[in-house]
């Protein structure tokens, strides 16, 4: 689909400093519009400028509270779309209800192919976001997916900050594949934890495969909820003999105790996107500065024009 209107970036109440770093990469003001609510807490939406004919990118990661922040970005298409948009892109940096993607115990939903029918509905044309916790929730969809990942950001950030005698560590062995290139990139050694999950957001670590008595230890995984696994995870590596223990997670959640959980951990330090907005006024939420936040603006802004452009993005994929 050729698109002759020029690029518009527009976004709810989820992330509005992402989107504004993003037009910041693109040189574009970001699109003008009022997303208020009424006194009953209903999304009161509306576009302030002409988007007839536009490419139109709203970024809005439904990050928590998921429930409000979806029903902001589904009602923000479905205007677009009524007022003539020539293309609705809706940018997800953090997907949320991903974990649910399979009928994996009786009488359970698959809420992430219900997310991807609402989006589709509502009148999205493609989707644009990173690092899916299962990558094959871009199938759920009928409408094009461009699945971004954080790795070329990380990876750059290890290289520049490079970790002596490095062994890269999967929380899981779901999580063996993302880490193994990881591993790979850095040039590092790999290990995986073998767990039981007794419970959602309660992790038990089993036995630790691999040596990693004197290493320093990278634990990968794609986000950190309530930050149960990385912490017992950090714990298992701590008795196997690790040196430094670090964590690198895509999306910071970081639910429930988590802040707490991480400041009372073997963790050294954490290293997350800013997928979702996890800082109170620019102040890191982990005392003593456990956490480090990396920008995905560049990554997203170079998706985006080159979505518009209607070249590859191929390059971005690693």
Known sequence: MSVTGKIKVFTGNAHPLLAEEICRELDCELGKASTDHFSDGEFNFQ???????????????TCPPSDKHLMELLIMIDTFVRASAERVTAVIPYFGYA????????????????????????????????????AQIQG????????????PIVVDYFRNNPIDNLIVVAPDTGGAERARAYAKRLDAGLALCDKRRERANEADVMNIVGDVADKNCLIIDDMCDTGGTICKVAEALHKAGANEISACFTHGVL????VENISNSYLKKVIVTNTIPIQDNGRPLVEGGKIEVLSVAKLLASAIKSIHDETSVSSLFI
């Open 47 to 61: 576009i302030g400028e002409n988007v007839r004919g536009s490419d139109v990118f709203i970024v809005q990661p």
């Open 99 to 134: 974990r649910s993607d399979k009928k994996d115990r009786p009488r359970v939903p698959i809420a992430a192919k219900l997310v991807a029918n609402l989006l589709t509905t509502a009148g999205a044309q493609r989707i644009l976001t990173i690092d899916m916790h299962a």
């Open 140 to 151: 759920f969809f009928d409408i094009p997916v461009d699945h971004l990942y954080a790795a």
């Open 255 to 258: 639910s429930g105790k988590a």
